[in-house]
């Protein structure tokens, strides 16, 4: 089973088990999909639960806020994070904003789930990582989900949530390969995870960067370094007392993020260490980022524009002397 | 319909909203009200008219400029007054302002205030309400979207009429062509300005009535209605009307004649109204003077009770960002 079943048994399941909940985008329907996420759902709920819309960013996004607030339960599945900015007024006007603006009148829970990342020579319109962006926005809820049975149970939970929810699936993640439990379902979605346990120095990050701070940490404990690798899940809201409890064993942070460094999500994530670890840190925090650059195409640029095991690795030796 | 009694009772309602909007004005010099407010006044025919077709299970989505369909909903002006003077009372507990004007009741999901913003979530409404309505085999509830001559210009609006006729939603695109996008006269933003010709691009069917006479509007949008609950998709129906008062209170109103908008005052869709109501040889005067009182005494209600009205704790600022209840 690839990551992107995982995300289709889910979202089977909750068609299965709630019929307020439907799945519309572009092309989710009779082509699959542009991931092949949604394939062959179409045949098996129908097109008036799988629905395709016209490329319509802002009416399909804003259609399924709408649809929320008349009591069902949509997915909108939007083909790559930057068209969703298309459709940002919806999201941040009105999505993240009824709640308050109503008084607590009217919840919108609305699922909104997008592609995001670079790698995959895709350049400057395809490949960005903007959930830093929507982490900035109050009355959203923003994940992430790395592994398999985050993809599969955070969109089970985000169902069952009475508020926007934006999940944040890097495309390279796809066709990663694992496993789930049989009795696999909704996960806790308000904490991160640490992934590996180590000593010297927290590695924090999300998404398809996590499994390479992962391949980084196992060949720093070869060097006898061993790197703490803490999954973010959720970047809004920030799980803070993981942080501050890994940093308080480790004494040195590295946050890993393949979004622009100015004003991301790791300038965040550097603050609140500093602000509530300080007198934990025996190291400034450090930030290995996405190059600021719109992504180029070629494959070589493309490749030294995102993190990698490599700098990563070398980041965390500036860092960390070996022990023994 | 249009018996003399149902005539008066547009009267006193446009009365209300006339009066209404008055004393927000003078409210808004005694800085009671705060923030931007946009007036409803010489529009008033058509929010009454429009308010005639809907039921109460019917749902809408309106403007920054719908104090107006707000009081035609039925929603109560001392929940609309409170909420302009900030209190806790207010129909949205002082959260969202002039702009803002949100019920639960009466299926009022809201001033927008972006320009075209409503209207994917009014085509989402109607969504919900098509899909509830399939399972129970019943007609769909209307899903009536406000908006105005400027949201047609807007990309939302066209991506919508798509999406609403392509799926055949019961929306009522209700336009309010004032003939101003804040400033902007209709001529200087639309190469076609007979808006109604545009819903023809994505087979919805339209008209266009005289939104300054309120029995048009009333039966122009029960026609509308009548078609959309049909289930047959989406409608446009175009109300030509005119602001009397600037764009909102900061306006200083550069960009048009005065002549023009004395021009429009002679269509004062109340004054038309009474003549209508007098056409037979029968005096109104007596109504009006009945209702000015009412009208008089409603507000006065309104503004006792904005004034009594609380200030929410600052510890709450927080709530209402995320739900406080599971789903």
Same mark, same amino acid.
């Given at each position: ?16 088990? &709630? ?25 098996? *709920? %129908? ?16 259609? !399924? ?17 930057? *068209? ?14 009824? =709640?308050?603006?109503? !008084? ?13 990342? %670079? ?80 000593? &010297? ?5 999300? %998404? ?5 701070? =992962? ?19 959720? =970047? ?6 993981? =942080? ?81 | ?24 004005? $003078? ?190 509007? $009333? ?109």
């Amino acid at each position: 089973m690839t990551y992107r079943d995982a995300i289709r048994e889910a979202i089977r399941k909750a068609l299965r088990a &709630d019929d307020r909940v439907f799945l519309m985008g572009e092309d989710v329907g009779r082509y699959g999909g542009c991931y092949a996420v949604s394939k062959g759902l179409l045949a098996e *709920f %129908g097109p008036e639960r799988i629905r395709d819309t016209p490329l319509s960013e802002s009416a399909f996004v804003g259609a !399924g806020i709408g649809a929320a607030l008349g009591g069902l339960r949509p997915i909108v599945e939007i083909m790559t994070v930057n *068209f969703s900015l298309l459709a940002l007024d919806q999201i941040l006007n009105n999505a993240a904003t009824l =709640l308050h603006m109503s !008084g607590g009148q009217f919840n919108v829970p609305v699922v909104i789930r997008m592609a995001t990342g %670079g790698g995959r020579q895709l350049a400057a319109q395809h490949s960005h990582s903007l959930e830093g962006w929507y982490a900035h926005i109050p009355g959203i809820k923003v994940l992430t989900p790395a592994t398999l049975e985050d993809a599969h149970g955070m969109l089970l939970a985000a169902l069952q949530d009475p508020d926007p929810v934006l999940i944040f699936e890097n495309a390279l993640l796809y066709n990663m390969e694992g496993g789930l439990p049989s009795d696999a379902g909704p996960v806790e979605i308000a904490h991160a995870s640490v992934r590996r346990a180590g000593r &010297d120095v927290s590695v924090i990050t999300y %998404g398809n960067s996590l499994w390479k701070a =992962l391949e980084a940490a196992r060949g720093l404990a070869e060097k006898g370094i061993e790197a703490e690798v803490v999954d973010l899940r959720p =970047l809004r809201p920030l799980d803070d007392r993981t =942080l501050v409890d890994s940093v308080s064993r480790t004494h040195r942070a590295l946050v890993v993020d393949e979004g622009w460094r100015s004003g991301g999500i790791s300038a965040e994530i550097s603050a609140r260490l500093t602000e509530q670890a300080f007198y934990e840190l025996d190291a400034p925090v450090q930030r290995l980022c996405g190059a600021e650059v719109p992504m180029p195409y070629a494959a070589h640029m493309e490749q030294v524009s995102i993190p990698q095991v490599a700098t990563i690795t070398a980041a965390v030796e500036g860092m960390v002397r070996p022990h023994g | 319909m249009t018996d003399r009694h149902h005539l008066l009772d547009l009267l006193r309602q446009m009365l209300l909203i006339r009066r209404f909007e008055e004393k927000c004005a $003078e409210l808004y010099t005694k800085q009671k009200i705060r923030g931007f407010l946009h007036l409803y006044i010489g529009e008033e025919a058509v929010g009454v008219g429009v308010m005639q077709a809907l039921r109460s299970e019917d749902a809408i989505v309106s403007t920054y400029r719908e104090h107006g369909h707000a009081l035609a909903r039925g929603m109560s002006p001392g929940s609309i007054m409170a909420e302009m003077f900030g209190k806790q009372e207010g129909c949205s507990r002082g959260r969202g302002g002039s702009m803002h004007l949100f019920d639960r009741k009466t299926r009022f999901y809201g001033g927008n205030a972006v320009v075209g913003g409503g209207l994917p979530v009014a085509v989402g409404l109607a969504l919900a309400d098509k899909l509830l309505a399939d399972k129970m085999g019943t007609q769909p509830n209307v899903t009536c979207c406000f908006f105005g001559d400027g949201a047609v210009a807007e990309g939302e609006f066209h991506e919508c009429m798509n999406l609403a006729a392509l799926w055949r939603l019961p929306v009522l695109f209700l336009c309010e062509n004032n003939r101003y996008a804040m400033g902007t006269r209709l001529d200087v933003s639309h190469s076609m300005t007979e808006l109604s010709k545009k819903a023809a691009a994505y087979c919805v069917p339209a008209a266009v009535v005289d939104g300054m006479d309120v029995l048009a509007v $009333e039966d122009g949008a029960k026609t509308a209605a009548e078609s959309v609950r049909s289930g047959q998709g989406p409608y446009f129906l175009e109300c030509r009307t005119y602001r009397f008062r600037a764009h909102s209170m900061y306006d200083p109103e550069l960009y048009r004649d005065k002549a023009e908008v004395e021009e429009w005052k002679t269509r004062d869709p109340i004054a038309a109204l009474m003549r209508r109501i007098e056409a037979d040889g029968s005096k109104a005067d007596s109504n009006v003077a009945e209702f000015e009182c009412q009208v008089a005494k409603e507000i006065d209600e309104s503004i006792a009770f904005a004034e009594t009205g609380t200030w929410e704790p600052v510890v709450d600022l927080l709530r209402f960002v995320y739900s406080e209840q599971p789903a």
